[in-house]
């Protein structure tokens, strides 16, 4: 007889838009014990497996913290409402908590008395975009100020079943069937209830249970945690507003590059990140995080770094696709790789289909390992060779694409002209004690880079996570061209690698994009907010990891500076926001690395 084993859930807390698959382990007829599915369509000995999910709707339903989305809320604040801030984050669980986000929570307001200002209506809109869709709009009928929610609100979450499932008249309970499969997606309809996931085993001739059901509840539906909206912020001081990029892009002829480094999965455990909460460093949870941040962005052009092939081939590449991106990928070797090959982790680049077309994608003239075994075939004497590859071999890559542009910025100078654009996407993960393997791969990758621009008069944009801080030797290299031939980062070169010093110089004229705040004159709030998120010593932002244990910048954009220009940067996160949080990965920022987008425009070629 097929019978169920046991149950679990994957998270002890459900989340609107998160889908959950319950754990189901079924003893088939023969008595083996499996995961595997016995759906409808293929019965085991004349059996199949039923799943059922309800809703359970109690007479009062309670509104949930924007803080503490485990807590009950009891107070709510008014401003959010008049300023038509969404709902869900004007809930707060007590004085304390309110009194304790209030310089993060008084943004809100006067980020939307300045749009309302601004553009009148369009606000009530452009909140909505960035919110939940209302999904945090409870009707209740609570003590002290939660009083009257459900006057003002009514039943704004959309309808419910006409017909209960069940009711209960001891607990005031009532059931609403909500779904027959067995993986279920909350809704904004469940916020505020519990769920309850049943699977029975049924006969397929008489459509009977056989046995008795299995059954397991959930926590409470809490809204996705929505994160205040970063802006675009214009190199002039200028605040352009909300991220409302696709007019902007297309009027003016520039284009928007977004790097991001988005915490794989397999390095996203608790023993890593046990400050976050295990909902929200589940994998089915931060997926759909990440996928709105990064689809709200409209960037042109999308660098993504640690993406696990099995979530670029399952989720990103035909979630994007959606939204009218082509996506190119380059996983790491597996010379050093010893766990499952589909979590092994590469470079996603992603760009607009109506905005660029793909000419040429390079990755084996990179690809460091193969590097490392030139290297040590020319310099490394051959009993030194096995040793020399350990500390070469470190399973990194770059992903260089070059695209077409579809728009024309190019101007009257050069008519009919084609305009091309390079587009380097790394991730060097390296270990810090191996300092001359991460200015070997930087060296590496550069060298590549200015092969193609000799072959070609085309604008370069170097992006992603090069795991080095401002004032180190790659770093150096980048920003400035050459390496300081004292630098102490030299003094490690067990293998010669770097010898001599003079060698590690390159001719492109690489700016960091973020740069461009410590250079910008004039005033305004989004300038001054900036600047105090900037280090002047190194005119880099003060971070773009943020964990516990560490917090830096080590994250980039860089472009040639004679063919591109900056028009506008994202605006930078503050420590003290983050804190709130302990720190990354957190409920509303699902990576350790904030996402950095800067906006460009081509220079008019001078005709020679």
């Given at each position: 007889?097929l019978?169920?084993v046991?149950?679990h859930?994957?998270?002890?807390i459900?989340i609107v838009?998160?889908e959950?698959?319950?754990y189901?382990?079924l003893r088939?007829?023969?008595?083996a014990?499996?995961?595997?599915?016995v759906?409808?369509?293929?019965?085991?000995?004349?059996?199949?497996?039923?799943?059922r999910?309800?809703?359970?709707?109690?007479?009062?339903k309670?509104?949930i913290c924007?803080?503490?989305?485990?807590e009950q809320?009891?107070i709510?604040?008014l401003?959010c409402?008049?300023?038509?801030?969404?709902?869900?984050?004007?809930?707060?669980?007590?004085a304390k908590?309110f009194?304790d986000a209030?310089?993060?929570?008084?943004?809100?307001?006067e980020?939307?008395?300045?749009?309302?200002?601004e553009n009148?209506?369009?606000?009530?809109e452009?909140?909505?975009?960035?919110?939940?869709?209302g999904?945090?709009v409870?009707?209740t009928?609570?003590?002290?100020?939660?009083s009257?929610?459900?006057q003002?609100?009514?039943?704004?979450?959309?309808?419910?079943p006409?017909y209960p499932s069940?009711?209960d008249?001891n607990?005031?309970?009532?059931w609403?069937?909500?779904?027959?499969?067995?993986?279920?997606?909350?809704?904004?309809?469940?916020?505020?209830h519990?769920?309850?996931?049943?699977?029975v085993a049924?006969?397929?001739e008489?459509?009977?249970?056989?046995?008795?059901p299995t059954?397991?509840?959930?926590?409470?539906?809490?809204p996705?945690?929505t994160?205040?909206?970063?802006?675009?912020?214009?190199?002039?001081g200028d605040?352009?507003?909300?991220?409302?990029?696709d007019?902007?892009?297309?009027?003016?002829?520039?284009?928007?590059?977004?790097?991001?480094?988005?915490?794989?999965?397999?390095y996203?455990?608790?023993?890593?990140?046990s400050?976050?909460?295990?909902w929200?460093l589940?994998w089915?949870y931060r997926?759909?995080?990440?996928?709105r941040?990064?689809?709200?962005?409209?960037a042109?052009?999308?660098?993504?770094q640690e993406?696990?092939?099995?979530?670029?081939?399952?989720?990103?590449?035909?979630?994007?696709?959606?939204?009218?991106?082509?996506a190119?990928?380059?996983?790491?070797t597996?010379e050093?790789?010893s766990?499952n090959?589909?979590a092994i982790?590469?470079?996603?680049?992603f760009?607009r289909?109506?905005?660029?077309?793909?000419?040429?994608?390079?990755?084996?003239?990179v690809?460091?390992?193969?590097?490392?075994q030139s290297?040590?075939?020319?310099?490394?004497?051959?009993?030194?060779?096995?040793?020399?590859?350990s500390r070469?071999?470190?399973?990194?890559?770059?992903?260089i694409a070059?695209?077409?542009?579809?728009?024309?910025?190019?101007?009257?100078e050069?008519?009919?002209?084609?305009?091309?654009?390079?587009?380097a996407n790394?991730?060097?993960?390296?270990?810090?004690d191996?300092?001359?393997?991460?200015?070997?791969?930087?060296?590496?990758l550069?060298k590549g880079?200015?092969?193609?621009?000799?072959?070609a008069?085309?604008?370069?944009?170097v992006?992603?996570?090069?795991?080095?801080?401002?004032?180190?030797?790659?770093h150096?290299?980048?920003?400035?061209?050459k390496?300081?031939?004292l630098?102490?980062d030299?003094a490690?070169?067990?293998?010669?690698?770097?010898?001599?010093?003079?060698?590690?110089?390159h001719?492109?004229?690489?700016?960091?994009?973020?740069?461009?705040?410590?250079r910008?004159?004039?005033v305004?709030?989004?300038?001054?907010?900036?600047r105090?998120?900037?280090?002047p010593a190194?005119?880099?932002?003060?971070?773009?990891n943020?964990?516990?244990d560490?917090?830096?910048t080590?994250?980039y954009?860089?472009?040639?500076?004679?063919s591109?220009?900056?028009?506008?940067l994202?605006?930078l996160?503050?420590?003290?926001?983050?804190?709130k949080?302990?720190?990354?990965?957190s409920?509303?920022?699902s990576?350790d690395h904030?996402a950095?987008?800067?906006?460009?425009?081509c220079k008019p070629?001078?005709?020679?």
């Amino acid at each position: 007889m097929l019978s169920v084993v046991r149950v679990h859930l994957p998270s002890e807390i459900p989340i609107v838009g998160c889908e959950i698959t319950p754990y189901v382990l079924l003893r088939r007829p023969d008595g083996a014990v499996s995961t595997d599915d016995v759906p409808e369509t293929a019965p085991t000995d004349g059996q199949f497996m039923r799943y059922r999910w309800y809703r359970i709707q109690r007479d009062r339903k309670v509104p949930i913290c924007s803080v503490h989305p485990m807590e009950q809320a009891t107070i709510q604040c008014l401003g959010c409402l008049k300023s038509k801030i969404p709902v869900a984050k004007s809930y707060h669980c007590s004085a304390k908590c309110f009194s304790d986000a209030w310089q993060h929570h008084k943004v809100l307001h006067e980020r939307a008395s300045s749009a309302l200002n601004e553009n009148g209506a369009e606000e009530e809109e452009l909140f909505g975009r960035f919110g939940s869709g209302g999904s945090g709009v409870l009707s209740t009928a609570g003590s002290g100020s939660l009083s009257n929610f459900g006057q003002s609100h009514g039943v704004i979450n959309g309808p419910v079943p006409l017909y209960p499932s069940g009711t209960d008249k001891n607990s005031g309970e009532t059931w609403f069937e909500v779904g027959c499969l067995r993986t279920y997606t909350p809704s904004a309809d469940d916020i505020g209830h519990a769920l309850k996931f049943e699977c029975v085993a049924v006969d397929s001739e008489k459509r009977s249970a056989v046995g008795p059901p299995t059954s397991i509840m959930t926590s409470r539906v809490i809204p996705a945690p929505t994160p205040t909206p970063r802006r675009l912020i214009q190199v002039n001081g200028d605040v352009l507003g909300h991220l409302d990029l696709d007019s902007q892009t297309s009027s003016l002829g520039t284009f928007t590059v977004l790097s991001y480094n988005i915490l794989a999965d397999a390095y996203a455990t608790s023993d890593a990140y046990s400050y976050c909460p295990t909902w929200a460093l589940s994998w089915t949870y931060r997926r759909q995080n990440l996928l709105r941040e990064i689809i709200g962005y409209h960037a042109d052009i999308i660098c993504l770094q640690e993406v696990q092939l099995n979530h670029f081939e399952d989720f990103f590449a035909p979630e994007l696709d959606k939204h009218g991106y082509q996506a190119l990928y380059k996983k790491r070797t597996t010379e050093v790789y010893s766990g499952n090959p589909v979590a092994i982790d590469g470079c996603a680049t992603f760009f607009r289909r109506d905005k660029f077309s793909h000419v040429k994608k390079y990755e084996v003239q990179v690809e460091f390992n193969k590097a490392a075994q030139s290297l040590t075939d020319a310099i490394i004497p051959a009993a030194q060779k096995r040793v020399a590859l350990s500390r070469l071999i470190k399973d990194n890559i770059a992903l260089i694409a070059v695209l077409e542009a579809k728009f024309g910025n190019h101007g009257a100078e050069n008519p009919g002209k084609r305009q091309l654009l390079c587009v380097a996407n790394t991730h060097i993960n390296v270990h810090q004690d191996l300092k001359d393997v991460k200015l070997w791969e930087v060296h590496t990758l550069l060298k590549g880079l200015e092969k193609i621009a000799v072959s070609a008069d085309i604008p370069m944009l170097v992006c992603g996570d090069f795991n080095s801080t401002p004032g180190s030797s790659p770093h150096g290299l980048l920003a400035v061209g050459k390496v300081d031939q004292l630098h102490p980062d030299l003094a490690i070169d067990p293998l010669g690698i770097l010898r001599p010093p003079s060698k590690l110089n390159h001719q492109l004229p690489l700016v960091s994009a973020y740069s461009s705040f410590a250079r910008m004159v004039g005033v305004g709030y989004g300038l001054e907010h900036q600047r105090r998120r900037m280090d002047p010593a190194t005119n880099e932002p003060l971070f773009t990891n943020c964990t516990r244990d560490f917090i830096g910048t080590v994250d980039y954009i860089f472009y040639t500076a004679d063919s591109l220009t900056v028009e506008s940067l994202l605006e930078l996160l503050d420590e003290e926001s983050l804190r709130k949080d302990t720190a990354l990965p957190s409920p509303e920022w699902s990576s350790d690395h904030i996402a950095l987008l800067a906006e460009f425009r081509c220079k008019p070629r001078i005709r020679r």
